[in-house]
């Protein structure tokens, strides 16, 4: 009555004298009411409720469109800001620009099929400016990771960044683009999106778990707080951390997992996620719907998502034990980085998770030397002439290589690693030894769990993530339908794996979604940003733009006249524009490529 509103949100919030420290209240209407009334309802409570404490207000005021860093219940919560940001002609039909609201707020603003919007303007991952990405139907790509986000609502359409931006009121008066915005959510740039389509009567007692900790569990798992699900959601995490920005763990291998976790704990609990770390599960048992932990305890379930990830390969030679440093989680890396300032470092693989730690203990350690079985690193996936390249900035920066090269037995002595002979015979010392030779499966716990499963250990789903019936999976565990190949295929890539999470929480809750995405991956080596999309295990020829050699190119993976996939140094955003054109099925062919490097110059 005092801020004069009549609605499901009021009468719930009447009742939350009665809710209790776990604050399991009804909230379905928060998630679906707009901005101005739930500001103005938090602005009373937080003035006149003496039931309600400081963090129910906190959680509260995240759901509705804040993070616990910009919270967006408190003072100016009700404000706007309205401003002439442009005129028509200076954005034609089927162009972007970022503008000015205010005195520093920013938006996107685009002019798309006769209609002019306007959005965040920072990708929600690592704040790339979408300006400067790509345009495609109904949606922008960030330049920088392929992240995708709806250019009328600012939903995200696709990853690696977790939350949506926001979207801002568009009027046009003459010549003059008039765009109104809310000042916390421009100020915070990003929005939580969940919504519940059941009424508040209405009880679910089912219990959807999540077994794994990385993107496609959290992905999930507010996936299907979005569909409307209003059963239980326990999210099992072998590891005690919170779940983390996994990429990082070889980029910044100093940084402790709180500081790089997808999403603080307000999260979990204010979409009632039931986060259970530290809890690994032995066994699932898919006729009585059960999984078992551990420490021997078990817990039933309606559905079951497993998302596992990988584990750390490791090499079947004499002296390779737990002298030899592994990297999967965020401990191990900050000891590997404390361990090796001053050493000598010998790492074992050259491909992007040996060759970004070499970057990062390049100086730091005493020397770095690197032993990997191909002729250049990186050959596999970007091929001789890249991998040449790449190789020569790592030398000019001290690493040292020894290639076409495995290892024939690792020494130590007392306990300490103290040499490495190779097939040769050729032994030299070290002190440190760390294995980036790729990951395995994460399986193990499934052998008698009668699920399909490849003989190197993924489990098989369909284009839903469906395994069987009330069983689904994703992520670096799944051989999956990749509808770009034409094949099913197992990537563990980072922004595949939030695509499959999303995809198996909308299948869960009774929707028919098949999955499709273009696999789009990144690394970073000293500054210098390589970025990849596509799928190409094999090809007949790579047609370049620019020099490898100078290190600013990009590349094209062809097989007949097919673009299969398209790598890049320093030439952004041509892997998030020939990303997008994939998608959309309108990728050039190698013969159009050969003529113009430019995709964007043969689409229409």
């Given at each position: 009555r ?12 009447i ?172 100020k ?16 679910d ?12 569990s ?64 032995t ?55 404390t ?21 990062y ?23 001789t ?83 069987t ?9 799944v ?78 993976f ?26 959309e ?14 995709p ?5």
């Open positions: 005092e801020v004069g509103v009549y609605s499901p949100v009021t009468l719930s919030l009742r939350l004298p009665l809710i209790t420290p776990s604050y399991r209240f009804s909230s379905s209407h928060f998630f679906e009411t707009k901005s101005r009334i739930s500001f103005s309802i938090l602005k009373y409570l937080k003035q006149n409720s003496n039931h309600i404490s400081t963090h129910q207000l906190r959680a509260l005021s995240i759901t509705m469109g804040g993070k616990e860093s910009t919270p967006v219940a408190g003072p100016g919560e009700d404000e706007f800001v309205e401003a002439v940001v442009a005129k028509t002609s200076e954005v034609p039909e089927g162009q972007m620009l970022e503008v000015t609201i205010g005195e520093d707020g920013r938006a996107l603003l685009v002019h798309q099929n006769g209609k002019l919007t306007a959005i965040g303007n920072k990708c929600t991952h690592y704040g790339a400016p979408l300006a400067k990405g790509c345009l495609g139907e109904g949606r922008v790509r960030c330049p920088w990771h392929g992240a995708c986000f709806n250019t009328g609502t600012g939903d995200i359409e696709d990853f690696p960044g977790l939350d949506s931006i926001p979207s801002y009121e568009v009027k046009v008066e003459g010549e003059n683009i008039i765009v109104k915005a809310n000042k916390n959510l421009l915070a740039n990003r929005r939580l999106v969940v919504s519940a389509s059941s009424s508040e009567n209405v009880e007692d089912r219990t959807f778990v999540i077994i794994g900790g990385g993107p496609a959290v992905v999930c798992a507010e996936t299907l707080r979005q569909e409307g699900f209003r059963g239980k959601i326990i999210l099992c995490c072998r590891e005690k951390t919170l779940p983390y920005d996994r990429p990082k763990i070889t980029k910044a291998m100093n940084e402790p997992a709180a500081k790089i976790a997808l999403k603080p704990e307000s999260f979990y609990q204010q979409l009632y996620i039931d986060l259970q770390l530290g809890k690994e599960v066994k699932v048992n898919t006729t009585d719907k059960s999984i078992t932990f551990s420490d021997d305890t078990t817990l039933n379930y309606n559905c079951l998502m497993i998302a596992t990830g990988g584990k750390p390969r490791t090499l079947p030679i004499p002296g390779f034990n737990e002298n030899v440093h592994l990297l999967r989680e965020p401990a191990q890396a900050n000891d590997i980085a361990i090796s300032q001053g050493k000598r470092v010998v790492v074992i693989g050259t491909s992007f998770i040996g060759m970004e730690v070499a970057a203990l390049s100086n730091k350690a005493a020397i770095v030397e690197c032993i990997g079985v191909s002729a250049v690193p990186f050959e596999n996936v970007l091929g002439r890249i991998g040449k390249a790449l190789q020569q900035l790592f030398e000019e920066k001290g690493v040292k290589f020894h290639l076409n090269a495995g290892v024939k037995e690792i020494i130590s002595e007392e306990g300490k690693v103290t040499g490495l002979t190779l097939p040769s015979g050729e032994t030299f010392p070290t002190d440190v030894v760390i294995a980036g030779v790729g990951v395995v499966p994460a399986t193990d716990f499934l052998k008698d769990s009668g699920l399909p499963m490849t003989g190197r250990g993924e489990v098989v789903v369909d284009e839903h993530m469906k395994v019936d009330d069983v689904y999976a994703a992520g670096d565990i051989q999956f339908p990749l509808p770009l190949a034409g094949k099913s295929v197992s990537i563990g890539h980072w922004q595949i794996a939030h695509n499959h999470g999303r995809v198996a929480g909308r299948n869960m809750v009774g929707k028919e979604e098949s999955f499709n995405s273009i696999p789009y991956f990144w690394t970073s080596l000293f500054g210098k940003n390589l970025r990849y999309c596509g799928f190409a295990m094999e090809w007949d020829d790579i047609i370049f733009n620019g020099s490898p050699e100078e290190l600013k190119f990009s590349a094209f062809v097989k007949g006249d097919k673009v299969l996939a398209v790598a890049s140094l320093s030439m952004d955003p041509v892997v998030s524009v020939s990303a997008e054109l994939m998608y099925g309108r990728m050039p062919t190698a013969t159009q490529i050969r003529s113009n490097p430019d964007k110059s043969h689409v229409q």
